[in-house]
């Protein structure tokens, strides 16, 4: 199994053409903060959504999921696949996505995933949580371990904050 090392959630990714092994994580999110259209309230919007039998809204968020990942064993060439799942405050998985690791020709992977669209069927405190699949030979079925959570508080405009 590959090994997470880090995972972030940013604004924005900057590479260095001239050092191809650094990047700058601009504007790190631990809060999303969403304005509703006219005089309408985000909460008024998800229960209607629900109301109309879909699971809630989706709000445009623009955001950037950096993960970075290396060999088990430097000297081995490996392939795996993580996801990323987000969680609501009420513990449902609303959403996941899953993403290859290749590390047959370089010893880490930094990948980079754009959430456009957040799906939302609450306010309060969502967790982003990454997992990688267990290697074929030690699973039974589609097995996944967690190796990270990563808060995100979504509030709404004017509305008092944790």
Excluded at 14 to 43: F, G, K
Excluded at 55 to 84: C, H, P, Q
Excluded at 86 to 109: A, M
Aim: net charge negative; charged share 25%; hydrophobic share 40%.
């Amino acid at each position: 199994m590959a090994q997470h090392v880090w995972t972030v959630l940013c604004d924005k990714v900057l590479r260095d053409n001239e050092s191809p092994n650094t990047i700058s994580l601009i504007q790190v999110v631990e809060r999303l903060t969403l304005r509703a259209p006219s005089l309408r309230r985000i909460e008024d919007l998800i229960r209607e959504s629900q109301e109309a039998g879909d699971k809630g809204i989706l709000v445009t968020a623009n955001m950037r999921l950096v993960s970075w990942w290396v060999r088990s064993d430097y000297s081995k060439e490996e392939m795996s696949r993580f996801r990323y799942a987000i969680i609501n405050p009420g513990g449902k998985r609303i959403d996941e996505q899953f993403f290859p690791l290749n590390l047959l020709h370089s010893v880490g992977q930094r990948v980079v995933c754009s959430i456009i669209d957040w799906p939302l069927s609450s306010l309060g405190l969502h967790w982003i949580v990454i997992e990688e699949e267990v290697p074929q030979q030690e699973k039974k079925e589609e097995d996944w371990n967690a190796v990270a959570r990563l808060p995100l508080e979504v509030i709404e405009e004017g509305a008092p904050s944790s």
